[in-house]
T-cell receptor, first 114, second 111 residues
Framework: DAGVIQSPRHEVTEMGQEVTLRCKPI?????LFWYRQTMMRGLELLIY????????DSGMPEDRFSAKMPNASFSTLKIQPSEPRDSAVYFC????????????FGPGTRLLVL | GQQLNQSPQSMFIQEGEDVSMNCTSS?????WLWYKQDPGEGPVLLIA?????ELTSNGRLTAQFGITRKDSFLNISASIPSDVGIYFC???????????FGAGTTVTVRA
């Protein structure tokens, strides 16, 4: 299996611009997670989906962040408008049939907002 | 999720030495996971533990799920240069679904 695929790997944008991060989970995995990693706060869960349905978005920082999962093989995390404090590494992870199943992480998208 | 206490924060070791790190929590966990993150990459799962007292090995790596269910440790035997990276513990508390992560242990190996 190819593992979790994320794109782009790197993104540099200006404050106020819209940013869209993409994720393809491992085939057959029912759960998809979006995390943000910063030096100050470590890894934080933003939102997770089960069978394409958002279950808990309590970790989403504010209304500027939104996530969708239109089908089992694709999810997006959008930031609009972006701000410099959104600069971080954003990871997508997926797991198979259960919240207590092991999560497999993608390579991450390194976002820099100028 | 709650923050786990992971120690040490960083370590410099000589190639061939054994490495030990641990994670503790104030509450009981059902699952402990150990990940390694290389520069510019995402965390990669090394070992998963699901039972108190469980001891699991993966090559030169050995991890244990503490009897109290509030701690776990990871050992790396006979370290080699490719062991360089950041090691994270993660756990699932009882009655929660969010993985809690440690702050990471940065390992640097001197040849």
């Amino acid at each position: 299996d190819a593992g979790v695929i994320q794109s782009p790997r790197h993104e540099v944008t200006e404050m106020g611009q819209e940013v869209t991060l993409r994720c393809k989970p491992i085939s057959g995995h029912d759960y998809l997670f979006w995390y943000r990693q910063t030096m100050m706060r470590g890894l934080e869960l933003l939102i997770y989906f089960n069978n394409n349905v958002p279950i808990d978005d309590s970790g989403m920082p504010e209304d500027r962040f939104s996530a969708k999962m239109p089908n089992a093989s694709f999810s997006t995390l959008k930031i609009q408008p972006s701000e410099p404090r959104d600069s971080a590494v954003y990871f997508c992870a997926s797991s198979h049939r259960g919240l207590r199943e092991t999560q497999y992480f993608g390579p991450g998208t390194r976002l820099l907002v100028l | 999720g709650q923050q786990l206490n992971q120690s040490p924060q960083s370590m410099f070791i000589q190639e061939g030495e054994d490495v030990s790190m641990n994670c503790t929590s104030s509450s009981i966990f059902n699952t402990w996971l150990w990940y390694k993150q290389d520069p510019g990459e995402g965390p990669v799962l090394l070992i998963a533990l699901y039972k108190a007292g469980e001891l699991t090995s993966n090559g030169r790596l050995t991890a244990q799920f503490g009897i109290t269910r509030k701690d776990s440790f990871l050992n790396i035997s006979a370290s080699i240069p490719s062991d360089v990276g950041i090691y994270f513990c993660a756990g699932l508390p009882v009655n929660d679904y969010k993985l809690s992560f440690g702050a990471g242990t940065t390992v640097t190996v001197r040849a």
